[in-house]
């Protein structure tokens, strides 16, 4: 039986961890890319909730419900205001006139439903392809006051 001198093994601890160590760190790059993807995720459905509000009082626009949504993705997120999409629709309430999707043409009972996405390579903190061309995407409705 030959006894394993402490020198032979010298470099075994090296070579191991060359091997783990990058798997490693693509894990923890995956979590905090995930993670972050679910903190946008929120932020968007925040802003379509909350313009949602803003939406169904008298006295809003297209205009201005979309200007804050911009503005909040941009100041919560860094976002352009360039790369937001937000799409407003109103659907009249029963007996009420078509307000061809127009907010301040909007009457009591009226549906006013935004959608809003960002595109998530806008948001990345880590470059790469594996979720380029996906869009983090909430949808909000509410019945005008």
Known sequence: MKLIRKRDR?????VEMAMVLPIFVMVVLGI????RAMMVGQMVTNAA????????VDGSSNSSVTA???SFLNDTLGVNASDVNVVITVDP????DDPLDKIED???RDLVTIKV?????????IP???LSGKKLKAQSAMRHE
């Open 68 to 70: 804050w949504v911009e």
């Open 32 to 35: 905090v890319e995930f993670g």
């Open 106 to 108: 909007a009457q009591a």
């Open 93 to 96: 309430a029963p007996g009420n």
């Open 49 to 56: 909730r909350e313009a949602t509000r803003l939406a169904i």
């Open 128 to 130: 790469g392809d594996y």
């Open 117 to 125: 996405d960002v595109p998530f390579d806008k948001v990345s903190y």
């Open 10 to 14: 010298r470099g075994a601890a090296v």
